[in-house]
């Protein structure tokens, strides 16, 4: 299995735009999570799936912020329209109840 | 205060050293503890579990301490390789299914 699967790796925007972020759990995983890591907050949980469902989003920063899952191989986080403040690295991870598996990242860098 | 707390060091210590990282959290409805490890540009991996009667995994142990609300990671005989960034882990639920909250990390450095 190629693991959690995350794209862009890196992603270099200007204030104002629209970015959205990608991720593919490992296969048979019930569970998505996105994080966003920074120095001075830390890893934070901002939203987490079920079987494609929302479960929790009370971690999401503001409505700049909104995530799908549309199938249980995919999942985009959307901000728009990003600011500087968002740069931060953006983990997705999934479980099927087991060992949480982590995804490489995305590191989002808004000018 | 934070849910999850640790002292982000960082704790640089000498090859064959023992060490020792606290994380204190504040949900006293917590089941499920964990510590992760995040190399330096990379994703956090699971290390361990926690254990209510305390766990080993070679050099590693790990304990939890329900009525100080405290989990503990040591390492003894660390190595170069161990350098790296500990992250603590709580969840609210019972399994490893729900919300898990992290603590900011502990740095340690273990220099030659």
């Known amino acids: 299995d190629a693991g959690v699967i995350q794209s862009p790796r890196h992603e270099v925007t200007e204030m104002g735009q629209e970015v959205t972020l990608r991720c593919k759990p490992i296969s048979g995983h019930d569970y998505l999570f996105w994080y966003r890591q920074t120095m001075m907050r830390g890893l934070e949980l901002l939203i987490y799936f079920n079987n494609n469902v929302p479960i929790d989003d009370s971690g999401m920063p503001e409505d700049r912020f909104s995530a799908k899952m549309p199938n249980a191989s995919f999942s985009t986080l959307k901000i728009q329209p990003s600011e500087p403040r968002d740069s931060a690295v953006y983990f997705c991870a999934s479980t099927s109840g087991g060992l949480r598996f982590f995804g490489p990242g995305t590191r989002l860098t808004v000018l | 205060r934070k849910e999850v707390e640790q002292d982000p060091g960082p704790f640089n210590v000498p090859e064959g050293a023992t060490v020792a990282f606290n994380c204190t959290y504040s949900n006293s409805a917590s089941q499920s503890f964990f510590w992760y490890r995040q190399d330096c540009r990379k994703e956090p991996k699971l290390l361990m579990s926690?254990?209510?009667s305390g766990n080993e995994d070679g050099r590693f142990t790990a304990q939890l301490n329900r009525a100080s609300q405290y989990i503990s990671l040591l390492i003894r005989d660390s190595k170069l390789s161990d350098s790296a960034t500990y992250l603590c882990?709580?969840?609210?639920?019972?399994?490893?299914?729900?919300?898990?909250?992290f603590g900011q990390g502990t740095t340690l450095q273990v220099k030659p």
């Open positions: 882990a709580v969840s609210s639920g019972s399994s490893n299914t729900g919300k898990l909250i």
């Open positions: 926690v254990y209510s």
